[in-house]
């Protein structure tokens, strides 16, 4: 009897003994799943994973598609220049967002930040803020006192200058944003934080207009009136944004003392960067990387990763040398097949291979640590794909119209990339790429010195593979 009990009261101990067991592996593999646990780990063994994700090429490289899927680690994502010109596709599974002034990541991510750099169009922003409330409800938003403001005057500016360039046009989108930067380096521009001051508006617009009362006449902006229906306008948007504005300097700094992880966005691309471009076919603004510090106020010293993001074949809008440019029939199927339209303009894009050269100069400037490559199922329309290795020129920003001596390099197409070889690139990783669209990969690895960890199959947001161990969506 007394072995009866003893072996009952062991058999009871040993199921005590497996259940706490079973469930603090349940426990157990519920922290572990954690996205707040993982994330901990992560900083705790690999540091602060702050980061900036800039494009390399003329800018529509793929930027707000890559900037999407790493967002949702990351708990703020922020812009540091540029303005409406600038504009970045995201997709998802329910519907396609054309986003100009809010970043890219504001669909998935806890704050955005526009920053003291941008250049902002307060109805537009407007617009784009009451878009993505419906799709990330407790997003919070933080815009730059400092920023500075697009009137309608300046886009009405934007198109007379443009006109007078005559043969030395340099493309603008006509949004207003070069006049509005010239403003700002006048000292007579309008800063976000004026918007509540119709004092403040009209001291500013009354020395802008007499500065360009030329260029102002024959327009309705050489009226009064019309100015002051500007003020009004401006006024009544500036009150609807005023509970955005704040020091976006002192709040990423903020940000980062707590823990928080930032994502900075750069708009257009390094080869369209006011000073390091192809002047003066470039952007009002710099693009580059290090362009964070005075764009954002926050140090570059606190980024750990410059995510440099190349598409597979190169596109450009408005004018300017193009060494590696494709024109005719080869140009058109790509051109149709990659959608290279412009997203703010509609423009149609000028198209060519990719240019080694470029590239390399691109990830010097902006000293990238790894790349993500798009737009690789769009070049699988060739049988036939070339690379520019390299050219004569002396002035590697600036290359000659027509380079001489064009050092190609060729590989075999591999393909219109179908539903099926898509669904088992994203299920299985890079290892189910065609053999061919590795070997492209790998020698654009070599020839760059830089690894390619992320590569676009498609627009879609899981149409993506990722490489990096340190960056995960």
Known sequence: MTSLVLFSDLSFSAGCINNCFSDGLNVLRTLISSPELQKFVRVLWLGRNNSV?????FGDEGKGKIVDYLSSSFDVVSKFNGGSNAGH???????????????????????????????LD??????????????NRDLKIHVSQGAHVVTPMHKALDVIEENIRGSLKIGT???GIGPAYED????????????????????????????????????????????NSMIDELYSEGNELKPYICNTSSKLYEFDREGLEILFEGSHGTLLDIDHGMYPYV??????????????GFSFRRIKNVIGVVKAYTSKVGSGAFPTEIIGDKADLLRKEGNEFGTTTGRPRRVGWLDLKLLNYSIRLNDVDYLALTRVDTLGVFDSIRVVVNYDCENECNPPADPKDLDFQEFEGWGRLDSDAISGITRNGFNALPENLVNYIEFIEKSVRRKINIVSVGNKRNLTINRSPIMSN
């Open 53 to 57: 994700v800039v494009g390399l090429q």
């Open 89 to 119: 596709t995201v997709v998802t599974e329910e519907k396609t967002f054309k986003f100009h002034l809010v970043p890219s990541g504001s669909l998935s991510t806890k704050h955005i930040v526009l920053g003291n750099g941008m250049a």
């Open 122 to 135: 307060p109805a537009i922003l407007i617009n784009e803020i009451n878009s993505i409330r419906d799709y």
């Open 173 to 175: 989108t006509a949004q």
């Open 184 to 227: 700002k380096y006048a000292r007579t521009g309008i800063r976000i934080e004026e918007l509540m001051s119709k004092e403040k508006m009209k001291q500013k617009l009354d020395v802008i207009t007499a500065m360009k009362r030329e260029l102002l006449s024959g327009t309705k902006y050489s009226s009064q009136k019309e100015i």
């Open 283 to 296: 952007t009002s603004s710099n693009t580059i990387a290090g362009a964070i510090s005075q764009g954002a």
